[in-house]
């Protein structure tokens, strides 16, 4: 997402600066400044923040000084309310497109695939869930593969590699799981996860 931020920011005419724990693959028009270094960058006229779930709220005093405004897209937040520019959050962002009715086609769109990928990542969260046992068992098959992969190729980037595994299995998967789903047929998705499992597993897993 930074990614993404930073290269809409270059388009739009802004001297662009991301600054991340890890360098992702960037234009050479976009600088790169490492997450230790970003108290110290120098004033900017805008910053937008995208951290992870897990990074913690930054004050003022953590970043550079910001002349016009701050964008927060974090989810939880990622910026506190002690700036003397114009903070825009996340939240900000989506009502003023759901009160302003624009876009609507778009957001039924993006409702309806969420509301897939809830219900098959729920479906991986219940023990006694066919459908949950078959998703754990292809995500250890991924797992196990990325770290292989990562092993013979130390070149790749690990991100980009985990990201693409993820996204091929979740294509390959997403129309059968939605069958299974819908038929109810519980003995013929049991089947199809026993299938996955590794021999021996089944006596270990009470099978």
Partial sequence: MGR????????????????????????????YRPFSALADLPATDVL???????APQMAAADLPHIR???????TPRNLTDDYAVPLVTLAALLASQRDGGADSTT????????????????AMGVPDSPLG??????????????????????????????????????????????RLR??????????LADLFRE????AADGH
């Fill in 4 to 31: 993404r931020v930073a290269e809409r920011a270059r388009a739009l005419g802004f001297d662009t600066t991301l600054v991340a724990r890890r360098p992702p693959p960037l234009p050479p028009e976009i600088h």
């Fill in 48 to 54: 937008v923040s995208c951290l992870g779930r897990s």
């Fill in 68 to 74: 016009r405004l701050a964008i927060d897209l974090g």
């Fill in 107 to 122: 957001r039924r769109t993006m409702a309806a695939r969420l509301e897939e990928l809830l219900t098959s990542r729920l």
């Fill in 133 to 178: 046992s078959l998703r754990e068992e292809v995500e250890r098959i991924r797992q196990r593969e990325l770290t292989r992969s990562l092993r013979l190729h130390p070149d790749l980037p690990p991100e980009k590699l985990d990201t693409i595994t993820r996204t091929l299995v979740n294509q390959i998967f997403h129309r059968p799981s939605r």
């Fill in 182 to 191: 819908q038929s109810g047929d519980l003995d013929l998705a049991t089947a």
């Fill in 199 to 202: 021999a021996g597993q089944e």
